[in-house]
């Protein structure tokens, strides 16, 4: 081999790497959800499920992709980056609840701007939620995403 048959091609070499970071994302996110045991009402069982869809997804993409794989693995993405931010709003609305019960902000939640406690719940002062630990999930679906942009077999054939 020379000249250009020796380079290797650094679009597949980017999406074999986006996907692993996916893959990774969706065994670590397992992970953090079996130690924090999310799985005490249905709305906790979605980022199970939606990680679910990404490895689905890494598979598709992965192992013998087709321009149909390619569609699907898109979809599944889009469901799952939508998944991580209701993630991210469910958390703060959890933590907005919680301010009145909080010992520093609970006597003067009332009289707080609401601006103020939506920034106390986003930045966790008050609740128990990490509000941005669901982004996560958006972060893993959206290198699924982009490992499926520009894929040799999505590229249609033009006849001139």
């Given at each position: 081999?020379?000249?250009?048959?020796?380079?290797?091609?650094?679009?597949?070499?980017?999406?074999?790497?986006?996907?692993?970071?996916?893959?990774?994302?969706?065994?670590?996110?397992?992970?953090?959800?079996?130690?924090?045991?999310?799985?005490?009402?249905?709305?906790?069982?979605?980022?199970?499920?939606?990680?679910?869809?990404v490895?689905?997804?890494?598979?598709?993409?992965?192992?013998?992709?087709t321009?149909?794989?390619?569609?699907?693995?898109?979809?599944?993405?889009?469901?799952?980056?939508?998944?991580?931010?209701?993630?991210?709003?469910?958390?703060?609305?959890?933590?907005?609840?919680?301010?009145?019960?909080?010992?520093?902000?609970?006597?003067?939640?009332?009289?707080?701007s609401?601006?103020?406690?939506?920034?106390?719940?986003?930045?966790?002062?008050?609740?128990p939620?990490p509000?941005f630990?669901?982004?996560?999930?958006?972060?893993?679906?959206?290198?699924l995403?982009?490992?499926?942009?520009?894929?040799?077999?999505?590229?249609?054939?033009?006849?001139?």
């Amino acid at each position: 081999m020379t000249g250009r048959d020796s380079v290797p091609d650094s679009g597949a070499t980017l999406r074999r790497g986006l996907l692993a970071i996916s893959a990774l994302g969706v065994a670590g996110l397992w992970l953090e959800l079996a130690v924090a045991r999310h799985w005490n009402s249905t709305v906790q069982l979605v980022p199970w499920v939606a990680a679910g869809l990404v490895a689905v997804g890494v598979a598709l993409v992965a192992i013998r992709p087709t321009p149909a794989r390619l569609i699907l693995a898109r979809v599944l993405a889009v469901i799952c980056v939508g998944s991580g931010l209701f993630g991210v709003i469910q958390h703060v609305e959890s933590n907005y609840d919680s301010g009145e019960l909080d010992a520093v902000y609970g006597p003067r939640w009332a009289t707080m701007s609401t601006a103020s406690r939506l920034w106390h719940a986003l930045i966790e002062s008050v609740g128990p939620s990490p509000s941005f630990a669901p982004g996560a999930l958006a972060l893993i679906a959206a290198c699924l995403l982009l490992a499926t942009a520009r894929h040799p077999v999505g590229q249609r054939v033009r006849v001139q």
